[in-house]
């Protein structure tokens, strides 16, 4: 094509973006997870999203992170932020159950196997056509954690309608 004298072509973008998880390191064995990472690069370096599934390994079962529980059947891919990822391609999610996180922590089980998938998506569609695979082994807590008992507690009236508590762990 030509325009004023300047010739040029338009070729469509058709390469897909390559992402990877970063925490926790495949392989591993993790007995505390705040957040899952990682990192997703496109040839444009203009962004685009990640999504991301965790597989029970042993019953075959998938997170749902928006409904924060185990469903059969095929991969639940659940989409990181708001918006397209800009600048370093870096992701994050929270694992936990803080208001945004993914729920997940809570629902591991100690001793047990899972397999994170993440795939990413460029800002013209292209999808990653193998995810990024990171297989840990969760030693923490299972379910809630309840705080260890006080080692000695006391309380004082401070008024009719106050009590002061004070404790140890």
């Known amino acids: 094509a030509a325009a004023a004298g300047i010739d040029f072509s338009l ?3 058709t390469i897909a973006p390559s992402v990877g998880i970063t925490h926790p390191i495949g392989g591993s064995t993790v007995a505390a997870l705040g957040f899952i990472e990682g990192g997703m690069t496109d ?4 962004g685009g999203r990640v999504s991301l599934a965790v597989q029970d390994a042993l019953l075959d079962l998938w997170w749902d992170g928006q409904e ?3 469903k059969a059947g095929g991969p639940v891919y659940t989409r ?3 918006g397209p990822l800009r600048e370093s391609g870096a992701w994050s999610v929270d694992a936990g159950t803080s208001p945004g996180g993914y729920g997940l922590t ?3 089980t100690q001793g047990r196997s899972y397999r994170l998938y993440a795939r990413g998506m460029d800002l013209v569609g ?3 056509a193998e995810p990024a695979l990171a297989s840990f082994k969760w030693s923490g807590p299972t379910g809630d ?3 260890p008992a006080p080692a000695w507690i006391s309380a004082q009236a401070n008024s009719s309608t ?3 508590w004070t404790w140890a762990l």
């Open 106 to 108: 809570d629902a591991l």
């Open 162 to 164: 106050t009590i002061i």
């Open 80 to 82: 990181l932020g708001q």
């Open 11 to 13: 070729a469509p973008d």
């Open 126 to 128: 292209n999808e990653t």
């Open 43 to 46: 040839n444009l370096a203009e």
């Open 145 to 147: 954690v309840p705080p």
């Open 68 to 70: 924060r529980r185990w």
